[in-house]
T-cell receptor, first 113, second 113 residues
Framework: QQKVQQSPESLIVPEGAMTSLNCTFS??????FAWYRQHSGKAPKALMS????GEKEEGRFTIHLNKASLHFSLHIRDSQPSDSALYLC?????????????FGLGTRVSVFP | EAAVTQSPRNKVAVTGGKVTLSCNQT?????MYWYRQDTGHGLRLIHY???????EKGDIPDGYKASRPSQENFSLILELATPSQTSVYFC????????????FGPGTRLTVL
């Protein structure tokens, strides 16, 4: 069964700093990699996703994927207090995306003014 | 944006009782999912569905049944609720096609006494 692990468990960053989150997965055949953000008491909401090795940038958010290293990451530039949330990485089951996602336990991020 | 609603939002049940959690989506998405979220375990997939009339077991289906009577509605049924099923339950929908974003409902907090 796919194993997905996140690090660190929690992070405190000052406003304006870079936030970097990591996710490792166990199955190199996985095909879809995503980050979700969950504010306290709310539903998870998709942030970004990537399919192939490399980097993808959307606004202040950048996702990196290295399948050979079984690793992908999320970087948040110019972190804001509104970025304070639980960040979940998610990986698809290989060869069959429609069987749901396997999520990590999350990294709790606190951005202080 | 995709709209997914869940009812009830909060539920207290007694051990051995029957509980039905309901989910409705208005975006004509084919795939729907039920997850539970617990501290230390993250989000875990219980059941999923490809469309009306279909239900499939996820990673932790024991003690749960699912029903998809229409494209819009997906229910999670606990026939004999146990305290270990105390959790926050999220429903999600996803459009058919390439790997796609999952849209989550607001969650149902279930307490089994």
């Amino acid at each position: 069964q796919q194993k997905v692990q996140q690090s660190p468990e929690s992070l405190i960053v000052p406003e304006g700093a870079m936030t970097s989150l990591n996710c490792t997965f166990s199955d190199s055949a996985s095909q879809y990699f995503a980050w979700y953000r969950q504010h306290s008491g709310k539903a998870p909401k998709a942030l970004m996703s990537i399919f192939s090795n490399g980097e993808k940038e959307e606004g202040r958010f950048t996702i990196h994927l290295n399948k050979a290293s079984l690793h992908f990451s999320l970087h948040i530039r110019d972190s804001q207090p509104s970025d304070s949330a639980l960040y979940l990485c998610a990986v698809s089951l290989p060869n069959n995306y429609a069987q749901g996602l396997t999520f990590g336990l999350g990294t709790r991020v606190s951005v202080f003014p | 944006e995709a709209a997914v609603t869940q009812s009830p939002r909060n539920k207290v049940a007694v051990t051995g009782g029957k509980v039905t959690l309901s989910c409705n989506q208005t975006n004509n998405h084919n795939n729907m999912y039920w997850y539970r979220q617990d501290t230390g375990h993250g989000l875990r997939l219980i059941h999923y569905s490809y469309g009306a009339g279909s239900t499939e077991k996820g990673d932790i289906p024991d003690g749960y049944k699912a029903s998809r009577p229409s494209q819009e509605n997906f229910s999670l049924i606990l026939e004999l609720a146990t305290p270990s099923q105390t959790s926050v339950y999220f429903c999600a929908s996803e459009n058919w096609g390439n790997y796609a974003e999952q849209f989550f409902g607001p969650g149902t907090r279930l307490t089994v006494l």
